[in-house]
Every structure is written in C-alpha cells, then in structure tokens.
C-alpha cells in the first residue's frame, strides 16, 4: 500500500466525521449508532438520507450543502476515495454531513426501523452478472425495508441503460409506481421537484459520461412496506461501454 492511501486512512481515523466499521467488526458486535444517529452523532432530530457507494462524497457533501434542514450519510468500503468528501465537509464545518465506511451488503445493521427517509444510488455499478449484487435488486431493497421508513424515496442516478431498465422492469413486475422517471436526465425541462435535486449536482463520473455522449438516467420512487418483492423475468440488453472497473459486455442476460 502507497504511502498515500496510508495517509488518508490515517486521517479518516482522525475524522470526526467518518465512522468505520470493518466486516470483522459488523459481524462480531452491536453496532453503538444504530437507533442513535440522530442523538449521538448529528445532535439533531433532521431527516437522515444515505448515500450508498458514495465514492468521493460529492453527491454526499453536495446534497448536505444544498439541503441543511437533512442529514446525510455517504456509505462506502473504500476509504481512499470517501477521504476527498470527508476531508471537504470537516474542513468548510459541516454539521449534517457524516461518512460510514463499511460493506453495504450489511448496511441493515446499522440503522434501526424507521431511521432513514430516503437513500440515493448514484452511478452504482450495474452487476449485470448477479443479481443479488444489484443496489436495486429485491435482495437490497428488503434490506432497506428493515430501516427506511414506510414510503421513503429511493433515488437511481445512472449512467447505465441496463440497470436503469431491470430497475423499471423491477417496479412494474411489483406495481411500484414512480415518482419521477427520465431516461435523459438533461435533455428534458427540469422541475424545482426531485428531478430538480438531481440534476443540480454532477459528479467526476457523471461527467465523464457526457463527455462521451452517454445520456444519464434517473428514477425515483417510494418503497413501502408490505408482501415479499419478487425480481423480474425478463432480458435486457448488456451495457456495451466499460463503466469503472466494469467488464465489456454485449448481448442479452436473462434474469430471473
């Protein structure tokens, strides 16, 4: 490991507003903040709004500087790359900004029912190979069930057509019906609403992805308690374009 990504851990340990929690740790131990974020941690009775694989934190630190009456959380394993954010927000003295950094596929254990009013998915990796490792697939959204409050907002910003499209294809199969859908986020008029808080923040990738002509994707919808989600039957065309770390990929998958 770089002497530079030591630094930065180093740091994020030092922050105050960086909260880490290894696998080893998750598994073995209660997790203190659960059910406390808004005493011990914010000192404030705001509405929380998580940002799963937060990267940077711009979206994170973004959507604290334009929303101060919420608080946000940006969730992510890689601790290099949250250092950016979490450095940004201690220094300008955010106070409704904070970092978890650990494995979103436990994100369940560190929030207690009812906790967390909306989550934002902001160019996630597709995982056209499986499905359980999809951000919107029923194996996650059962998970956030267990601590979003019944009808809290759940955000997908994406570059990428395939997850945009097994997301709408999720929602129709269970009757879910969404608040907000473009699949050209940019080329329509855009509201002071929900779409308008998403188009009003661009991250590194997001723009990267412009450049190249591809068109950025959003949908917003409300998830409620309630019967078991079933996945969709359904193919969908692959991603052609190297997204990230992401495979090149043609095609059709079926996804059952």
């Known amino acids: 490991m770089g002497k530079g990504k030591l630094a930065k851990f180093a740091e994020m340990a030092q922050n105050p507003l960086v909260v880490e929690c290894p696998m080893s740790a998750v598994m073995q131990e209660d997790f203190p903040l659960q059910g406390r974020w808004h005493q011990d941690f914010f000192h404030n009775q705001n509405p929380i709004v998580l940002e799963l694989g937060c990267g940077r934190g711009e979206y994170t630190v973004g959507l604290g500087k334009q929303k101060p009456d919420k608080n946000f959380i940006g969730v992510d394993i890689k601790g290099a790359r949250m250092w950016t954010g979490a450095k940004e927000a201690l220094q300008t003295g955010m106070k409704n ?69 097994y997301t709408e294809e999720l929602l129709k199969t269970n009757g879910i019906v969404a608040e907000v859908k473009t699949r050209n986020l940019y080329g329509t008029s855009q509201s002071e609403g929900l779409e308008g808080a998403a188009s009003s923040i661009q991250t590194y990738y997001e723009s990267m992805w412009q450049a190249r002509g591809i068109d950025i994707k959003y949908l917003c919808f409300r998830l409620h308690q309630g019967t078991p989600l079933v996945e969709p039957e359904v193919e969908i065309p692959l991603d052609e374009y190297r997204s990230y770390s992401r495979e090149k990929r043609s095609g059709c998958e079926k996804h059952v």
């Open 97 to 165: 900004v904070g970092f978890l950094r650990t494995n979103i596929e436990f994100i369940q254990r560190f929030f207690a029912p009812n906790e967390v009013s909306e989550i934002w998915l902001t160019f996630s990796d597709p995982q056209m190979k499986k499905v359980t490792k999809r951000l919107t697939s029923t194996y996650f959204l059962e998970r956030y069930r267990q601590f979003l409050c019944d009808g809290g907002l759940i955000h997908l910003k994406t570059d990428s057509n395939f997850l945009f499209t």
